[in-house]
């Protein structure tokens, strides 16, 4: 039987760790998950006979996450999205002929919008362009938004001209 010093040591040094754990993990959860995660990355690397298990709980973050990233799989963060089919140059290249044609005052359509990427597309002999693609696009484009466009009427056009309400 141990002794009763012994007890209190260890069960001391069971509350010191616990009190360490918790003001890490408080600590930890006002950072981004993606810091937390590179800096449990960095201290697997640094003691490798750390558990990754107890690693993962320090930095509160999940598992599996620190694991798949320990073998180089990249975040969905850093991953291009399954609707980007066109290179950023092709994009940018729509996006500066769409903000063209809106300074000469033509609105283009979505329709418009995916046919220059189709065009841009088949020159590459990949086909088209999906369904949905133009709405992505410009979800996707912070310089591009939609807006509902509706014809002019021509009395009331003649009635601001300021020839006509001068007379």
């Known amino acids: 039987?141990?002794?009763?010093?012994?007890?209190?040591?260890?069960?001391?040094?069971?509350?010191?760790?616990?009190?360490?754990?918790?003001?890490?993990?408080?600590?930890?959860?006002?950072?981004?998950?993606?810091?937390?995660?590179?800096?449990?990355?960095q201290a697997i690397e640094k003691d490798s006979n750390l558990s990754i298990q107890i690693v993962a709980k320090i930095y509160n973050v999940l598992e599996t996450t620190l694991r798949r990233r320990r073998t180089g799989k990249p975040s969905r963060h850093d991953i291009p999205t399954n609707s980007k089919k066109l290179t950023n140059l092709e994009e940018e290249v729509i996006i500066q002929?769409?903000?063209?044609?809106?300074?000469?005052?033509?609105?283009?359509?979505?329709?418009?919008?995916?046919?220059?990427?189709?065009?841009?597309?088949?020159?590459?002999?990949?086909?088209?362009?999906?369904?949905?693609?133009?709405?992505?696009?410009?979800?996707?484009?912070?310089?591009?938004?939609t807006c509902k466009t509706r014809r002019y009427d021509n009395q009331r056009a003649q009635y601001e001209d300021p020839e006509i309400i001068q007379d």
Do not use: Y
């Not at 260890?10 to 981004?32: G, P, R, V, Y």
């Not at 220059?116 to 484009?141: E, K, S």
């Open 1 to 41: 039987m141990a002794h009763p010093s012994e007890r209190r040591t260890s069960s001391n040094f069971s509350t010191i760790a616990t009190k360490t754990l918790n003001s890490l993990q408080s600590i930890m959860e006002s950072s981004s998950n993606e810091s937390r995660l590179l800096l449990a990355i």
């Open 97 to 145: 002929h769409i903000l063209d044609l809106d300074s000469q005052g033509i609105p283009p359509r979505k329709k418009n919008v995916e046919d220059m990427a189709n065009r841009l597309f088949a020159a590459r002999n990949r086909g088209r362009v999906g369904v949905h693609w133009a709405d992505n696009f410009i979800t996707r484009q912070p310089r591009i938004s």
